[in-house]
Each structure stands twice: as structure tokens, then as C-alpha cells.
């Protein structure tokens, strides 16, 4: 389906960068959901007490049934076969003080399921103080709380490729102080629970140093989806989606300003997309930072739920793509090299979020997929019909051909737009993009060059698609400072706000009929253009 497409892409379920955020083999599904909806078979394992000798879990002893608590001592690891499948009965809880080895494959995951499949129905992995672990590819659902990490070690315990829903409190929570994780690959989904959780961090200790890493991943559905408090997180290439607040970062003590680092993610959809904000104290602070993402569709991007006394500032926001939010912030906020456009992603509302190829996502590195912005590089998704967007490669429009226009054309810098003799722009009023200098008007932006090759009998049009065309129907054709070229020759503009404007440069607008515009033909700022 394409929303499981969608889950292979952002999940990636592989640990080898990038290249990996699009592969999880439809096998792998359908191992799941056989592991998940299969019944307890006449082979079933029940188990419960204390684990005193080292213990592997077998795929044929499968579904290990834990009837009540069930306790690995210090000095005894506990290890499950790929494949292996566990059901815990209401209230039982697998608590680790050893060692956990679980490590499946995409093919053959590990599950950990409530034997009465509904939230809350068990109690979830407590991996206690000085535990160690590994799991990979392995899947959590029905619990209380997904997984507990009291005095996380990143040292002697891994977390890749896993997947936690259907809890009731929390998918993974994280206690005690001067602790930190690394988790990898991570799926999150709250199923739409009002208290549900996705990871939660509480005093993660006085001067901590080490993060809590979270490399890529997908968190929705949440009442928060990562609720920080007193904690230093360090996000890359992770999605939030359908969350109440996607982030909640919250300093409650003077110790240090609490850092939280986001780089490269999705924020979609959320009430709000980033909340931070401190006890009634200046000498409570957070540090924030937030680059190379995408925020679409959100009430608030940056919240500070602080009273109008404490409002923190944001200490870093660059190379960030915006559009269809509420509000931006209620803080201060210095937005450097940022973008205002619609997204253009493959299908949000199913879970893809990859840019299409027209996605100004794109534009900072439309040919290393690396620097795609968010969390899911481009991946050849196309837009689809029509021109709008941005424009990375040389586009040619015919002789006498008519094209529609329904939002911004952005001609990215280093490319080419051509127009043959007769060639015609039909520009809609209105801007599925939602961007450029008027959020309402469609806008032909030249960054590389257009060249323009019209005839006295075959001009060039770039006009209304208006049955009654009226000024401003459209914005115009932008020449911005760093425009590489604008070599025109007989054409027709009409009925736009501006027909040129010519920001800081020395281009020349001739041979042209410019008419019907609202507010200039010419609209000169800086520079020495000739006219």
C-alpha cells in the first residue's frame, strides 16, 4: 500500500545512512502481521519469576507467554532468536538487570505483544540500572509503557530498528540522572491516545553531557511526541506527525541551559510543532537550535509556554522550509536563510513525506539527496502535473504552446527557462504555493536565467488565465539580485501587480509591451538596470 511504502521510506529499517530510509522488505510486513495477529498456538511457552541462567527464547517455543513479572538477574542474559514472538498477560513486565539480547532481521522480527492485543494490556521492557542490551528490528505493542531505561548507557546498550505502538503512557521512557541513549531507526506511533507519550525524559541529571540521540525516525499520533524535561536531545532525520506537540523541551532547574538540536527533520500536521519553556525563573534555560527542516501544516512552529516574563529565544534557525502554519512563534526568533513555500511533498497525509522533485526542499542541494531538507530525502517522487515549484533542471516551452500557472515558478540558480516564439504563460489567480513576495499571487522568480524569444508576430505571453482578466491578477516576474540572466525579446505581460521587478541589478528590460498592472510596469529597487 502506499502508506506502508511511505513507512519503508521514513523508517528506512537499515543502519547503513541514508541509502537505507527507503528499503524494509513487504515481507517483513507480512512476517508482522502474522506475529501480531496470530493466536496463542498448543505450543505456546509460559514463563514467569526470576531468570537465573543464561536463557534463549526460541522461534518453536513461540509465543512465550509471560503469565506475571519476569525478571533477568545481574550476571544472566536473556536471548531471542530472530522470529522469536512473546505475549505478556495483563500487568507482566520483562525486567532486565543483566543482559538482553534481541536481534532479529527485516524478514524475521523479534515481537513483544500483549496476549489480549490493547493498549495497556501488558507492562512493558524496564531495563533497570547497569543493564546492558541490543535490540534490533524488533516490534513492542499493546504495553504500558513500551520500553523504560532507568540511568540510560549508551555504552552497553543499543536501540535500531524498533518499533512501539498501541501503549498507553509511554512508548519509551527514559529515568535517572547523567544518562543518555542512542536510538536508531526508531517507529513511534501513540495511535491517537490524548496521554499517550512517545519518548519522555525526565532530570536527566545536573551538567549532563551526553545527548539523547535519536537518528532517524518517525514520532506521531502523541500527546507530546518527545517530552523533554531537564534533558540535552539531539535529533536528525526524524519525522513528527499527528502529535499534540511534536517537541516539548521544558527547564525546571539552573543547572545548565538544556540543549535541544534539530536537524534535518519533518514537522507535519502538529497542534504545535516545537514547545519550549521554563519554570518561573531567568536562570532556567534551554538552548535551541534548528536547522535544514521542514514545518507544514502546524498551529504554532515555535511556542514558548513560558509566561510573557521568562520567553526564551531561539539561539539558532537556518535553512528551514515553511508553509500552511498558524502562527510562527510566540518568541524571539531570527530566521536565516529560511524558506516560505509549500512543501511539495510525495503525500503527507498518507505518510509520505518525501519532497517531489519540484520541492524547494531541494533547492540548498538539488543533486546530492543528502541535503534534501527534513527527514526523507528526495528520492525521485514527482510532483505532477503543471510548472509550479522549483525548477532544477532546463525547462523549454514550445512554440505556441499554452501553459497553465496555478502557483510560484521558481527558476533555481544555474538553471535555464526557455520560451519559444508564441510560447504562453496562463496564470490562475491565487498560489498553491503559497509563497514568494505576495503568499497570494503567483510569481515567475528568476534566480538562473530565462531567455524569452519572441517575434512581433509570435510575442512571448505571460498574462491572466482569468475569463475577465483584472490588475494583480498575478503577481509578475521577480529578477532578484543574484538573477544569473533575463534576456528577453517581444513579450506581452499584462495584468500582473508588478510586471517586472528588478531587485539590485543591472539587467535590461526591452522590446516588451507591459500593460494592465496594478501597481508599476517596472518596478526598480537598487541596482542600474536599463529600461
Request: hydrophobic share 35%; net charge negative; proline share 4%.
Amino acid at each position: 500500500s502506499q502508506s506502508s511504502r511511505a513507512r519503508r521510506r521514513i523508517i528506512g529499517m537499515g543502519n547503513s545512512g541514508l541509502n537505507n530510509t527507503t528499503r524494509w522488505g513487504s515481507a517483513s510486513a507480512l512476517l508482522l502481521a502474522l506475529a501480531l495477529f496470530s493466536p496463542a498456538t498448543a505450543g505456546a511457552t509460559d514463563v514467569s519469576g526470576a531468570i537465573n541462567a543464561d536463557t534463549t527464547w526460541t522461534v518453536a517455543g513461540s509465543p512465550w507467554v509471560m503469565t506475571s513479572d519476569v525478571v533477568v538477574n545481574t550476571g544472566f542474559t536473556l536471548t531471542l532468536e530472530p522470529g522469536a514472538v512473546v505475549h505478556g498477560r495483563s500487568g507482566a513486565r520483562l525486567t532486565i538487570r543483566g543482559e538482553m539480547i534481541a536481534e532479529g532481521s527485516s524478514n524475521t522480527p523479534i515481537v513483544f505483544r500483549g496476549e489480549n492485543q490493547a493498549p495497556g494490556a501488558w507492562g512493558g521492557i524496564l531495563f533497570d540500572a547497569n543493564s546492558s542490551t541490543s535490540l534490533s528490528y524488533v516490534t513492542i505493542t499493546d504495553a504500558i509503557d513500551g520500553i523504560e531505561i532507568n540511568a540510560p548507557n549508551r555504552e552497553v546498550q543499543s536501540f535500531s530498528n524498533v518499533t512501539i505502538s498501541g501503549f498507553s503512557s509511554y512508548g519509551i521512557e527514559l529515568v535517572g540522572t547523567r544518562g543518555s541513549a542512542t536510538f536508531s531507526h526508531l517507529d513511534i506511533d501513540a495511535e491517537g491516545s490524548n496521554s499517550g507519550t512517545g519518548i519522555r525524559s525526565l532530570e536527566q541529571g545536573v551538567n549532563a553531557g551526553a545527548p539523547i540521540k535519536v537518528d532517524h525516525g518517525w514520532i506521531r499520533n502523541a500527546r507530546y511526541g518527545i517530552y523533554s524535561q531537564n534533558s540535552h536531545y539531539e535529533l536528525d532525520h526524524v519525522i513528527f506527525s499527528g502529535n499534540t506537540d511534536g517537541v516539548y523541551h521544558r527547564s525546571t532547574v539552573s543547572s545548565t541551559a538544556w540543549r535541544m538540536v534539530a536537524e534535518f527533520c519533518t514537522f507535519y500536521g502538529n497542534v504545535d510543532a516545537i514547545e519550549q519553556l521554563r519554570s518561573s525563573s531567568f536562570s532556567y534555560q534551554t538552548y535551541m537550535s534548528v536547522s535544514y527542516s521542514i514545518f507544514g501544516q502546524n498551529g504554532y512552529v515555535i511556542r514558548d509556554g513560558s509566561s510573557s516574563n521568562y520567553r526564551l529565544p531561539v539561539q539558532a534557525y537556518d535553512h528551514n522550509l515553511e508553509w500552511g502554519n498558524t502562527v510562527f512563534s510566540t518568541t524571539t526568533v531570527t530566521r536565516t536563510a529560511d524558506l516560505q513555500y509549500n512543501g511539495l511533498l510525495a503525500d503527507p497525509e498518507n505518510g509520505d513525506f518525501e519532497p517531489t522533485d519540484r520541492s524547494p526542499a531541494r533547492y540548498w542541494g538539488p543533486d546530492d539527496p543528502a541535503l534534501t531538507l527534513g527527514a526523507v530525502p528526495h528520492d525521485g517522487a514527482p510532483t505532477g502535473a503543471g510548472v509550479h515549484g522549483f525548477h532544477y533542471e532546463n525547462i523549454q516551452f514550445a512554440a505556441l504552446s499554452q501553459t497553465e500557472v496555478t502557483g510560484d515558478l521558481v527558476v533555481a540558480p544555474g538553471t535555464t527557462v526557455n520560451f519559444q516564439p508564441g510560447a504562453e504563460l496562463i496564470i490562475s489567480r491565487g498560489d498553491v504555493m503559497a509563497g514568494g513576495l505576495d503568499s497570494d499571487l503567483v510569481e515567475i522568480r528568476v534566480e538562473g536565467t530565462l531567455e524569452a524569444d519572441g517575434t512581433i508576430s509570435r510575442p512571448v505571453k505571460f498574462g491572466s488565465g482569468e475569463d475577465v482578466p483584472a490588475r494583480a491578477d498575478w503577481y509578475g516576474i521577480v529578477i532578484p539580485s543574484n538573477s544569473q540572466a533575463f534576456n528577453v525579446a517581444q513579450v506581452d505581460i499584462g495584468h500582473a501587480r508588478r510586471g517586472v521587478s528588478l531587485y539590485a541589478n543591472d539587467h535590461i528590460v526591452a522590446g516588451s509591451t507591459i500593460h494592465d498592472c496594478s501597481e508599476a510596469a517596472v518596478w526598480v529597487e537598487g541596482g542600474t538596470p536599463e529600461v
